[in-house]
């Protein structure tokens, strides 16, 4: 089945973490590269973070950079997020995804590039 599923979000303090997950069948994760995205009420689509299928190279938005950590584990077929220093602007829905088009196994900051996407999961940081 192409379809991811997140989990993990939820209400958080500035300051505060949060680890969200990305739950996939063990096809997707070997062979596509794998995206973090969110979305604000009134903004576009954006990626956040992603890992790549082929090496296992990472990448991430600078806004996020530093703070955040992507991270894959194969025996739990899952990727984590893994979200420190959180700050009210990081509030918005967070989609994981699959690279569909393009080269499928390597990273892409494009959301156009990517498909089965999951329902998404809501991380609120607020005090």
């Known amino acids: 089945q192409l379809q991811l599923l997140e989990s993990g979000g939820g209400l958080v303090q500035p300051g505060g973490s949060l680890r969200l997950s990305c739950a996939a069948s063990?096809?997707?994760?070997?062979?596509?590269?794998i995206g973090w995205f969110r979305q604000a009420p009134g903004t576009e689509r954006a990626g956040v973070s992603c890992?790549?299928?082929?090496?296992?190279?990472?990448s991430y938005v600078d806004s996020v950079r530093g703070r955040f950590t992507i991270s894959k584990d194969n025996a739990r077929n899952a990727v984590y997020l893994q979200m420190n220093s959180l700050k009210p602007e990081d509030t918005a829905v967070y989609y994981c995804?699959?690279?569909?088009?393009?080269?499928?196994?390597?990273?892409?900051?494009?959301?156009?590039?990517?498909?089965?996407w999951g329902q998404g999961t809501q991380v609120t940081v607020s005090s």
């Open positions: 063990r096809f997707i994760l070997d062979f596509y590269a």
């Open positions: 995804a699959a690279r569909m088009r393009g080269v499928w196994n390597m990273c892409d900051p494009d959301p156009l590039s990517f498909g089965a």
């Open positions: 890992i790549s299928s082929s090496d296992g190279s990472t």
